[in-house]
């Protein structure tokens, strides 16, 4: 069963650090490319980075330089290193596959990240 | 930066009506156009890609069509459990960046 399970999420106090992570189970990891995307409270989707599967990396504006994806294709985890936290960032975080036509079409079930004093 | 602008925001329809959404580009993307169904609470779920292939799984009254910079999704007859919000979005080689449109929420009227 294709899988993807995130983990790592809670309150930080703006400024601060969190590091998720993503354990993926089904499928061969190291062939796909991944990416994680947020969600603010009633709010729309926002792609945050994305991973290749040779570790090319690219980022939004709003997260970069802060943020850190990696993946570890031995343990079958992705993750991402959040930096100078600030409010805005708080939403619920996905991981996702890159499927077909750059598609993201396996979803985790999502880590809340409050950031807030 | 391409920006993608769905309609309506909210659509009020009844079970076994036909759904037409909509989602505009600012600039042409080709076919590479994709759906998600979002319910509340769970994670977004892929419909189509390449503007108009279902993704595995995806029932065949869930149809999307169009190219360039207009394209749609179209459920011919709804069923209870269609009732949520759309997201349409493309992707940018360079700078690579995914965008996503601002959802449609299909309720129940």
Do not use: H
Request: charged share 15%; proline share 5%.
């Amino acid at each position: 069963q294709v899988q993807l399970v995130e983990s790592g999420g809670g309150l930080v106090r703006p400024g601060g650090s969190l590091r998720l992570s993503c354990a993926a189970s089904g499928f061969p990891f190291p062939d796909f490319y991944m990416s994680w995307i947020r969600q603010a409270p009633g709010r729309g989707l926002e792609w945050v980075s994305y991973i290749s599967s040779t570790s090319y990396v690219d980022y939004a504006d709003s997260v970069k330089g802060r943020f850190t994806i990696s993946r570890d294709n031995a343990r079958n985890s992705l993750y991402l290193q959040m930096n100078s936290l600030r409010v805005e960032d708080t939403a619920v975080y996905y991981c996702a596959r890159v499927g077909a036509a750059y598609a993201l079409d396996v979803w985790g079930q999502g880590t809340m990240v409050t950031v807030s004093s | 930066e391409i920006v993608l602008t769905q309609s309506p925001a909210t659509l009020s329809l009844s079970p076994g009506e036909r759904a037409t959404l909509s989602c505009r580009a600012s600039q042409s993307v080709s076919s590479y156009l994709v759906w998600y169904q979002q319910k509340p609470g769970q994670a977004p779920r892929l419909l189509i890609y390449d503007a108009s292939n279902r993704a595995t799984g995806i029932p065949a009254r869930f149809s999307g069509s169009g190219s360039g910079t207009d394209f749609t999704l179209t459920i011919s007859s709804l069923e209870p459990e269609d009732f949520a919000v759309y997201y349409c979005q493309q992707r940018s080689n360079w700078p690579f960046v995914y965008t996503f449109g601002q959802g449609t929420k299909l309720e129940i009227k």
